[in-house]
């Protein structure tokens, strides 16, 4: 493929996806026609999606989204920079992942605390296990009543086929220094001692994770180690023992943080994307349709776009 049929290609997508933009901007304008909208302050709106885990953010159409640190912490960043939004709300639709991703987000929201924008959660489907872990972290948290949530636990596994190997006469020659060097090795058998020293790294990070839920939701680590068992909740349920604070939609989060933020009509909601590109394109859609785009699925057609974009630089010349 030649240079300029490959930009050429790109430029086609671009436009397609900024044509998508209007028509999607377009149809929620005709959804709320006839109803007269004055704007009001800006609310941050930050998306944590599918499994969490350290470094970038990745997902489109193409691959399941998913949720990293680096990305989540300097939106978060951005959305306390910038003075002209009022209040930050973290959509939570996510069954968790790493711990370490998951204690960057909530070290950075724990951060950002009373520092004068307030910090609203809203749960969707699933805010379970890391997924849980960071709206504890939030001022304030909603849930849907059929949310499920919790699973404040740790798990650590691993396959073992030495069986198997064992079966069809395959030996493993491993060469180490350190005794505990190849701990957990699929080609052997755990020892006892083994088993002991790796139950003891999961309990203590078990603890540690009990230990900033509780920081987060203002209570003793007592009262959150009762139900830190790896079981899950509905938001309900969650909401009677405390692990959330009320019921309610993504629009009721929305709503609630305004009022917090003491914004007067009905807030414009931001993105907060790292990404500084394709923002601009929904910004112009969003003025030509005469109302803005729905930041979660802003954040859908951006990871949309860039995987078109990437399919288009892989292919075959």
């Known amino acids: 493929m030649k240079p300029k049929h490959l930009f050429l290609g790109c430029g086609v997508i671009v436009l397609c996806f900024f044509m998508l933009l209007v028509f999607i901007v377009l149809v929620q304008s005709a959804f709320l026609k006839g109803t007269k909208i004055k704007k009001g302050g800006k609310i941050g709106v930050v998306e944590i999606s599918g499994v969490i885990h350290s470094g970038g953010s990745t997902g489109g159409p193409f691959s399941e989204s998913t949720t990293g640190s680096d990305s989540i912490v300097r939106a978060l960043k951005k959305g306390m920079e910038d003075k002209s939004i009022k209040a930050i709300l973290l959509h939570v639709n996510s069954p968790g992942g790493s711990p370490a991703g998951s204690y960057e987000i909530y070290s950075q ?21 890391g997924g849980y872990y960071i709206a504890a972290a939030g ?19 691993t396959l073992n086929w030495y069986g198997l190997m064992k079966e069809y006469g395959v030996e493993d020659m491993t060469i180490k220094a350190g005794k505990h060097k190849d701990i957990g090795s699929p080609f052997r058998p755990i020892s006892e001692e083994e088993r002991a020293l790796l139950q003891e790294s ?88 005469g109302m803005p785009l729905d930041p979660r699925t802003a954040g859908r057609l951006d990871s949309m776009v860039q995987n078109l974009l990437l399919v288009t630089e892989l292919a075959p010349h």
């Open 202 to 289: 999961v309990d203590n990070i078990h603890a540690q994770f009990i230990r900033d839920v509780a920081a987060g939701r203002g209570v003793k680590e007592r009262d959150i180690r009762e139900y830190a068992t790896g079981m899950i909740f509905t938001g309900e349920q969650a909401k009677q023992i405390k692990l959330v604070d009320r019921i309610g939609t993504y629009h009721d989060a929305v709503d609630y943080a305004a009022r917090k933020a003491r914004i007067k009509g009905e807030p414009e909601l931001i993105n907060l994307k790292e990404d500084d590109f394709f923002p601009f394109f929904q910004t112009a859609a969003s003025k030509i349709a």
């Open 139 to 157: 001022e304030t948290v909603f849930a849907n009543p059929s949310t499920l949530t919790g699973s404040i636990g740790v798990r650590m596994g």
């Open 109 to 129: 929201v724990m951060a950002m605390r009373g520092k004068g924008k307030p910090i609203v959660v809203s749960m969707g489907d699933v805010a379970a296990s």
